[in-house]
């Protein structure tokens, strides 16, 4: 792994091409290393997992507005669509857009915290998208999957766009462009232009992941793998990009990220370096295999925190039950509490009628329903009913958090042996006595208690979508993926599950397309 130092620079600095980071992440898309046995069978899983939770969400309400739009853009040859039929197909760049948001919609699939948030599984519809409509096979699937991991992570590593209240899909556009880019074998130039491009275009705020929390936040990650594929497209026929994306003058580090926080201080813009790591010439890409995948339906930093409420629950009821509980801090990472927690500010994350999504990032509900429960489900533990449950927002709203330096510094730990997501939780009892336990990681984590092989992800798959597949079709797909080093272009285009005929459930509203 090579470290690049990476700035803003002047105009009149003439930055070469070979030495923008723009470039680099090309060059590592371009390089035609294969991907090894264990990566390639991790793809495997989380093609299998992105399944899973895409079928489960299909009849919901952003995935039948995604879908309507793009069955609005037909065209034979094109790409499919979850839970239709191999012959339905529509243009890339729109099944990559309904499909991103099926997988995103339930916020269960996998996950990866560094100096930034990620989900690296949002690089896998748009490029399944485009092998679909391109006529890869199998093993030209897996090293752009590969090389879209590969980016988005060491680009999280790295570079943090949530202090700047940018969201992280501004890491999916040039991951995902990348990704494209080696499974159809361009050159390090197309890529080059394809990155810029796919990183301008997706800049946008974190508003979308704060305050009320609607639908757009299914949306976003869809929205960049959209406008990635538009941008490798344009690139193959001879356009260019804004350019240097990251170091230049007027662009993403010098006014949006660090230079202007430098800027702001009276400090020179073009002094704070972020440092990203990425692969050398002919240095394999297993990025993927330091990612995880949740087992729970909720934002990943509330994992652990679920597992850890099963348990503390049943100590609880144990010395009188809920009614006797005073308070329940958590002491945890920065992250956790200015995101999910009370650190946010954020009255709605409190409120009984708040929205899925913005349940779904407050640990003061999913801490107090899987306290009460010992159990979490992706539609049960959200529904409307069970948030406004009496006992529950009284319970609720007794939970706090609070920074931990500790768990803040073992959040950024580069050393994967003290990385951790969790937190140490003092209840404290109306009597003054107090129920304190931690936990690191979730137990489905690489290092956690029980942690997700294949048996797992497929336990999962048949967990979410048993009630929706027929037993042939579930059987049909798990068997194809499973072989995907092996399979042809014509299988690459039944790697979606297909729903019995009538459903689906599609969304009558007209639009302009």
Request: proline content about 5%.
């Amino acid at each position: 792994m090579e470290i690049h130092d990476v700035r803003a620079h002047r105009s009149k600095d003439n930055l070469k091409r070979e030495d923008q980071l723009a470039w680099k992440i090309a060059a590592v898309a371009a390089d035609p290393v294969e991907v090894d046995a264990e990566a390639t069978d991790m793809i495997i899983n989380r093609i299998i997992d992105n399944a899973s939770v895409a079928i489960a969400s299909l009849n919901r309400g952003p995935i039948k507005s995604a879908r309507a739009m793009a069955n609005t853009h037909m065209r034979p040859g094109g790409a499919t669509l979850f839970g239709l039929p191999a012959e339905h197909t529509v243009c890339a760049e729109w099944a990559a857009w309904a499909n991103g948001t099926a997988v995103r919609e339930l916020d269960y699939h996998d996950t990866f915290l560094a100096a930034d948030y990620s989900h690296p599984g949002d690089n896998i519809p748009p490029t399944l998208a485009v092998a679909q409509q391109c006529g890869k096979d199998g093993r030209a699937l897996i090293r752009g999957i590969a090389t879209g991991y590969e980016i988005q992570v060491n680009l999280v590593k790295s570079i943090c766009l949530h202090e700047h209240k940018i969201d992280h899909i501004a890491h999916i556009g040039p991951s995902a462009s990348a990704a494209v880019g080696t499974l159809l074998g361009l050159d390090t130039e197309v890529i080059y232009q394809s990155v810029q491009q796919g990183l301008h275009t997706t800049v946008t705020t974190r508003q979308s992941r704060k305050g009320e929390i609607s639908s757009w936040k299914a949306f976003a990650p869809a929205y960049a793998g959209k406008l990635a594929i538009e941008a490798v497209d344009r690139c193959m026929r001879g356009e260019g990009a804004p350019s240097p994306i990251y170091e230049g003058e007027d662009s993403v580090i010098s006014f949006i990220l660090n230079g202007r926080t430098a800027r702001d201080k009276g400090e020179s813009p073009y002094e704070p370096t972020y440092h990203v790591p990425l692969p050398g010439k002919g240095e394999a890409k297993r990025a993927i295999l330091e990612t995880y995948t949740k087992e729970h339906s909720a934002e990943y930093q509330s994992q652990a925190l679920i597992d850890l409420a099963f348990r503390m629950g049943k100590e609880i009821e144990k010395r009188g039950g809920f009614d006797k509980v005073k308070s329940i801090v958590l002491h945890t990472s920065h992250h956790t509490h200015y995101v999910i927690g009370t650190g946010a500010g954020d009255p709605q994350k409190m409120d009984p009628n708040a929205s899925r999504e913005t349940l779904d990032h407050s640990i003061m509900y999913i801490f107090a329903v899987a306290l009460q429960d010992g159990e979490w489900h992706h539609v049960r533990s959200y529904a409307p009913e069970r948030a406004q449950r009496p006992d529950t927002v009284k319970l609720w709203h007794k939970i706090s958090t609070t920074e931990d330096p500790e768990w803040t510094r073992r959040y950024h730990s580069q050393d994967p042996n003290e990385k951790a997501f969790g937190a140490k939780v003092v209840v404290t009892f109306e009597d003054g006595s107090e129920l304190v336990d931690e936990l690191g990681i979730a137990n489905a984590h690489p290092f956690g208690a029980r942690p997700f092989g294949r048996a797992e992800y497929i336990r999962k798959f048949k967990m979410l979508t048993d009630d929706i597949l027929e037993a042939g079709e579930s059987e049909r797909f798990l068997d194809l993926v499973q072989q995907l080093p092996n399979l042809s272009a014509d299988q690459v285009k039944l790697l979606n599950p297909v729903a019995p005929k009538g459903y689906l459930v599609e969304n009558p509203a007209k639009g302009i397309f």
